[in-house]
């Protein structure tokens, strides 16, 4: 009997020092992602802590993370095996920040107003619900398989689709949510944010504040070359700065999310690699960086917040959207914005309409098409913050598809040429999902 416990205790032992020996240098990222995503989903989405631990943290390496939840003090932490303690902090207003060793939070911060004033209107232009409404083009029984196919069946789960919603002629022609969603949950879109940092841009261009042309972008850059980067170079992530976007190991893109305070700044002291306009390089690190170069335009923080919720978020009615700060207050606008589907469906509607909400021009239309036109280097892949179907990665879609994409199948896809906005969202990208067979299906059953 002792003999069996000495070999289990050595095993155990063994185990304990592989993983430590193996995940050590990562336990700040394991730990840092565990808390913030699990606080987030709790105290922002509003959904259980199971649900959170089963779904959204239940894979390699982050399942190794045991959380703790303090539901007084709105917070998450998590260690592996006792080891390397992260906190996250729900802030209302503001999200989830994770908090960094060494740097004190003097819990003194602004937070944007909002404007939740309900609209008299059906939706999308209001919170009325739809009037009902019968396309005869539309073969209703063709779309709801192509819905249903994109959910799991049985005890299979392996799409891991959460929502889908199809938007046709302004109005929603399919909807359907996983068990445990609805259309009052917010989810996140990961870098479909992205897309929303952009449309910032394309408002402050609009109001004659900005010019993509412009360059000498910050005052850290005047002295070298890379003072010749202009905003177009930004918004096209063909700037030719360094940048390593790997979630897979410790990289920029990781230390940023989960170890710097500003994550404005963490491309912006990043060398020169590449020649500007000629150097294609998706990057996290130039979102942010462009966050910071929106919070410059306006004299307080108080305004750079506001901002992003009166000219744009809540113009359009996406009451239900949030995007987080870091530590430092600055929105991180490369990976944190949360809205319900529906919500995130009239940002797709707001660009498939040309920039114009409901009579108003929120953004030029020709912003919407500048966002939709392939850049240098991306094989008709992307444009400015916005992918694109111009090279046929979905080869049985109309070639004018743009979309909003996001870390695990998050997208909100704009379709002008069918008049179409679709969102899906999940857990799981190709190959495990088919996004062309889902987009086909549900494009075949409108005539």
């Not at 592996?80 to 939070?105: C, H, P, Q, S, W």
């Not at 209001?126 to 019968?134: E, F, I, N, R």
């Not at 049985?154 to 949510?177: M, S």
Request: glycine letters at 8%.
């Amino acid at each position: 009997m002792k003999k069996t416990i000495k070999i289990v205790v050595f095993l155990l032992l063994v185990s304990i020092a592989y993983i430590g020996f193996t995940y050590y240098p990562k336990l700040d990222i394991i730990t840092g992602y565990a808390s913030k995503n699990e606080a987030s989903v709790i105290f922002l989405a509003h959904r259980t802590q199971n649900s959170a631990e089963v779904q959204d943290n239940n894979f390699s390496p982050i399942n190794l993370a045991k959380e703790t939840v303090n539901q007084n003090e709105k917070s998450v932490s998590a260690t592996v095996f006792g080891i390397k303690k992260r906190t996250a902090v729900y802030r209302e207003g503001l999200g989830t920040v994770l908090m960094i060793d060494g740097v004190k939070d003097s819990l003194k911060y602004d937070i944007p107003h909002r404007d939740f004033k309900r609209i008299n209107l059906p939706y999308p232009y209001g919170d009325l619900p739809q009037k009902d409404t019968v396309f005869t083009n539309v073969n209703y029984n063709e779309l709801q398989n192509a819905v249903e196919n994109a959910f799991d069946k049985g005890e299979n789960y392996q799409k891991k689709t959460r929502a889908v919603l199809v938007v046709y002629n302004d109005h929603i022609i399919a909807e359907k949510y996983a068990e445990g969603f609805d259309k009052n949950t917010k989810i996140l879109g990961w870098s479909m944010t992205k897309s929303i940092t952009s449309a910032v841009l394309g408002v402050l261009e609009k109001q004659g504040k900005v010019s993509v042309n412009q360059s000498n972008l910050f005052p850290e850059w005047k002295n070298d070359e890379r003072s010749k980067i202009t905003l177009n170079d930004l918004l096209h992530m063909n700037s030719g700065l360094e940048w390593d976007e790997d979630y897979n190991n410790i990289s920029d893109v990781t230390r940023m999310l989960f170890l710097d305070k500003d994550m404005s700044k963490t491309q912006l002291n990043k060398p020169l690699v590449g020649k500007p306009n000629n150097s294609w390089n998706y990057s996290s690190g130039t979102t942010n960086l462009l966050s910071g170069f929106i919070r410059n335009q306006f004299k307080t923080h108080q305004q750079y917040l506001d901002f992003w919720y009166s000219a744009l978020i809540d113009k359009i009615g996406m009451h239900t959207m949030m995007i987080e700060t870091d530590l430092s207050g600055n929105y991180v606008g490369s990976s944190y914005g949360w809205a319900t589907p529906r919500d995130w469906a009239k940002f797709g509607l707001l660009y498939l309409h040309n920039g114009n909400w409901n009579g108003e021009q929120i953004l030029n239309k020709s912003w919407v098409t500048y966002s939709a036109t392939p850049t240098n280097g991306s094989d008709g892949k992307y444009g400015a913050h916005f992918w694109l179907n111009a090279g046929g990665v979905y080869p049985d879609v109309p070639r004018d598809l743009f979309s909003c994409n996001g870390y695990q199948g998050q997208h909100v896809f704009i379709i002008p040429s069918k008049n179409v906005v679709i969102v899906r969202m999940g857990l799981t990208e190709e190959p495990d999902f088919d996004f062309n067979a889902f987009l086909k299906g549900v494009l075949a059953s409108i005539k």
